[in-house]
């Protein structure tokens, strides 16, 4: 079976759209399914229902490791890659499949470091998009403008950033509009302020700043769509029917939702709304920011380590369960929706449909793939309405509460190797802990800890969570006393008390 090319398409008589030839537009930061599944797919159907004629060239942020990667799929595929988008519309079941043919090619931060520079001197180029996860958009002072290129993303937008100023710095309008889909508060206010951070440290001259403020549109955004990536088990299966090999196909449920802050014009930049996508561009995404990100994502981040420590394996399967299910739901409406400051009505309506979206039958959303990064997810999905909670009430929400001795439980390894934290659940399966390396390590040097100091230690650790955690009253001994609970009688038994 050969791989998917456009030459293949041809021969099999592919009849979706394709577009062969078009200017690289966009540049991503972020080659992985998410993003493939998201913003790909827009820029895809932008091509096809508005003449947009922009291809994405994509970059691996990260150090390449040796060996095989998906970078080398996507390049050995030209780019193309087959999306498959599954669940309900309208009370009915849709099942999509589409060749994304908006990427161009797939580049290496490191190893590739001269080839994404010269993008910058691409008069075409209009559009950065980002997903570095929750951890990525941070300021790190050890970086150096020499660097090649500096370890931080801010960082290496910042050394782009300033080659597109040295070759176009006195045309207008050949800044970018800058759009980050990580899941923080105010995600594009907290780039640009880690920008000019470098900025400033690197001695950048004050023209540049000048151009980076009247040029450039730094634009807070909200993503919503669960995206489960490559089909492990069903590949065979899906190649033997579209009769080609793709190594880098990506599966995700059908709902999306894009709410962009920026101006009125930037519709006529981008013409979702004709395009008929699901994107809102508004003055003031906050709102729908902090609905999305409390709700689902704190829904999944509060659930699935101790769904995954009680033995479930994907979300579908948590959401059959009435305990699981229980918990998460005890969770989302009584702890979680009266932080929020929306009407309750509506809140309950995005709840629901939740709900829904985890019961999908066509996705097995991976607990494990959740559960990547999980500290900078359970401080920015989390704590917020676990503080807020605290703050109206005077007591700790107990199920968030759970949530975190979920978290330590499942951050207990045996040993840091060079993929992460070995650990292993009761039954003596083991499995991987992937969070960022000084995290890790981190909680490797607390492994032989008791449950007292375990608990003290990482909830002290203001690195971690930008706050002592042993402040909240009464949230260190909460969490021990949970945590011994899940240590004896099992993640279950603790979720079966607190619900």
């Known amino acids: 079976m050969e791989k998917l090319s456009y030459q293949i398409l041809k021969e099999k008589k592919y009849k979706g759209y394709l577009l062969p030839e078009a200017p690289e537009r966009v540049l991503q930061f972020g080659e992985g399914n998410f993003m493939r599944a998201f913003t790909d797919y827009f820029i895809d159907v932008l091509n096809e229902k508005t003449g947009f004629h922009g291809k994405a060239v994509l970059v691996q942020p990260r150090q390449k490791r040796p060996g095989h990667s998906l970078a080398d799929d996507l390049n050995a595929q030209e780019g193309l890659y087959t999306l498959y988008l599954q669940g309900f519309e309208n009370g009915k079941r849709v099942s999509d499949k589409r060749v994304i043919s908006c990427v161009s090619r797939c580049l290496n931060a490191y190893a590739d470091y001269e080839a994404v520079m010269a993008c910058a001197e691409n008069p075409d180029l209009r559009y950065i998009t980002c997903n570095t996860t929750e951890a990525g958009i941070v300021y790190d002072p050890s970086c150096a403008f020499e660097d090649k290129p500096a370890a931080s993303f801010p960082?290496?937008?910042?050394?782009?950033?300033?080659?597109?100023?040295?070759?176009?710095?006195?045309?207008?309008?050949?800044?970018?509009?800058?759009?980050?889909?990580?899941?923080?508060?105010?995600?594009?206010?907290?780039?640009?302020?880690?920008?000019?951070?470098?900025?400033?440290?690197?001695?950048?001259?004050?023209?540049?700043?000048?151009?980076?403020?009247?040029?450039?549109?730094?634009?807070?955004?909200?993503?919503?769509?669960?995206?489960?990536?490559?089909?492990?088990?069903?590949?065979?299966?899906?190649?033997?029917?579209?009769?080609?090999?793709?190594?880098?196909?990506?599966?995700?449920?059908?709902?999306?939702?894009?709410?962009?802050?920026?101006?009125?014009?930037?519709?006529?930049?981008?013409?979702?709304?004709?395009?008929?996508?699901?994107?809102?561009?508004?003055?003031?995404?906050?709102?729908?920011?902090?609905?999305?990100?409390?709700?689902?994502?704190?829904?999944h981040t509060s659930m699935v380590m101790g769904a995954y420590l009680a033995g479930f394996d994907i979300v579908r399967d948590c959401m059959e369960d009435a305990v699981i299910c229980g918990f998460m739901n005890h969770a989302v409406y009584d702890e979680i929706i009266p932080t929020l400051s929306l009407p309750k009505e509506e809140l309950e309506s995005f709840a629901?449909?939740?709900?829904?979206?985890?019961?999908?039958?066509?996705?097995?959303?991976?607990?494990?793939?959740?559960?990547?990064?999980?500290?900078?997810?359970?401080?920015a999905r989390v704590l917020p309405s676990l503080k807020a909670y605290a703050e109206q009430t005077g007591k700790l929400p107990v199920c968030l509460t759970a949530s975190f001795a979920f978290y330590l439980a499942f951050y207990q390894g045996r040993e840091l190797t060079d993929t992460g934290l070995a650990a292993s659940r009761p039954k003596g399966d083991t499995y991987t802990v992937s969070d960022d390396r000084s995290v890790l390590t981190f909680f490797a040097a607390h492994k032989e800890d008791g449950p007292e100091e375990y608990v003290h230690a990482v909830c002290a650790n203001e690195a971690l969570w930008d706050m002592d955690l042993t402040s909240l009253p009464g949230f260190g001994a909460a969490v021990t006393d949970m945590l011994k609970k899940i240590q004896k009688d099992g993640a279950y038994e603790l979720m079966k008390s607190v619900c």
Not at 252 to 275: N, Q, Y
Not at 353 to 372: C, M, Q, Y
């Open 155 to 299: 960082g290496k937008l910042t050394q782009f950033l300033y080659r597109r100023y040295e070759i176009f710095g006195r045309n207008k309008g050949k800044g970018f509009v800058i759009l980050p889909c990580e899941l923080i508060a105010e995600n594009g206010k907290e780039l640009k302020k880690c920008v000019l951070s470098y900025a400033t440290q690197w001695n950048l001259e004050q023209d540049f700043l000048t151009w980076l403020d009247e040029e450039n549109m730094f634009c807070s955004t909200l993503v919503d769509r669960i995206v489960t990536g490559f089909p492990k088990g069903e590949e065979d299966t899906l190649n033997r029917e579209n009769d080609w090999e793709d190594a880098a196909m990506d599966t995700g449920e059908v709902f999306a939702f894009w709410v962009i802050e920026g101006p009125a014009s930037l519709k006529e930049e981008l013409r979702f709304e004709e395009a008929g996508l699901p994107v809102l561009i508004t003055d003031d995404h906050k709102p729908y920011k902090e609905r999305k990100v409390r709700i689902l994502n704190g829904a």
């Open 352 to 379: 629901s449909a939740v709900t829904e979206r985890f019961k999908n039958p066509f996705i097995d959303h991976a607990l494990l793939s959740i559960s990547l990064n999980s500290t900078s997810k359970w401080k």
